[in-house]
């Protein structure tokens, strides 16, 4: 990529292109739009301006009147990756439902585009559909009696925990295409070996748990479960100050 700028700079205040001379070849989306197909089919570590340029079909040092940073294309991507949730004409007036079905949608993005966990930061929070996402859960949030403050929060934390879930989702089906064996059999040994540790009285507080109910294994329902949980405890939150209390 080319050099750093002398100063910070904004690529959405960037123009796309001067106001003068020959209309260019591309645009910046055709650019972004390259990449993406290219960290969707070989991961992010394959993108490259040489890539894209081969893409594109066009030289490799013409892009950077496009994009003039690495930084600047990921940014770019990743609120190319964001216009994809679908948001209704207007929140359904449940806060704790819309939340929960911004949080499957960010899910499933993550899951279309696997690189996102890798270069998603809150540096990018400005960007134009990061912005259109936060004023759609801000109104989402409205009948949600606490300070505004504390709805920042309830953002962060929920977005935090569904790239924390996708993340460690990632890394246990990455791990399990490089086994010799099934995911089902090897969570059949690890189980097996957790009840004999269990069984020799060791462990009576695992023990009595796991008499009383098993986990859920489902990954769908643990999601499900600790979206639920995160947003009970703002459920509780107090409209004066905005701290949280026992339900």
């Not at 991961?43 to 890539?51: E, K, Y």
């Not at 479960?225 to 947003?231: C, E, K, V, Y």
Request: hydrophobic fraction near 45%; charged fraction near 25%; charge should be negative.
């Amino acid at each position: 990529m080319a050099g750093r700028a002398a100063e910070p700079e904004v690529i959405w205040a960037r123009p796309e292109r001067a106001g003068r001379g020959p209309k260019p070849a591309f645009s910046r989306q055709d650019v972004v739009d390259a990449a993406v197909r290219i960290a969707d089919a070989d991961g992010i570590d394959a993108v490259s301006m040489r890539r894209i340029a081969a893409d594109l079909g066009c030289g490799t040092m013409s892009l950077y009147n496009y994009v003039p940073r690495k930084e600047d294309l990921y940014e770019l991507m990743v609120d190319a990756a964001s216009a994809e949730y679908v948001f209704p004409k207007r929140p359904s007036g449940d806060w704790r439902a819309d939340m929960t079905e911004l949080a499957r949608q960010t899910r499933a993005i993550m899951y279309r585009h696997p690189w996102l966990t890798r270069v998603m930061t809150t540096a990018y929070g400005f960007s134009p559909n990061a912005l259109r996402y936060l004023e759609w859960c801000l109104g989402c949030l409205a009948p949600l009696d606490v300070p505004a403050g504390l709805k920042m929060q309830l953002i962060a934390m929920v977005n935090g925990t569904v790239m924390a879930t996708v993340r460690n989702e990632q890394a246990i089906a990455e791990r399990a295409r490089g086994l010799p064996w099934s995911e089902e059999e090897e969570q059949a040994v690890r189980g097996a070996y957790l009840m004999g540790q269990v069984a020799t009285g060791r462990y009576p507080h695992l023990a009595a748990l796991l008499a009383e109910s098993a986990a859920p294994v489902d990954a769908d329902e643990i999601f499900a479960m600790t979206i639920a949980r995160l947003l009970d405890s703002f459920a509780t939150a107090g409209p004066a100050d905005g701290t949280v209390t026992p339900a």
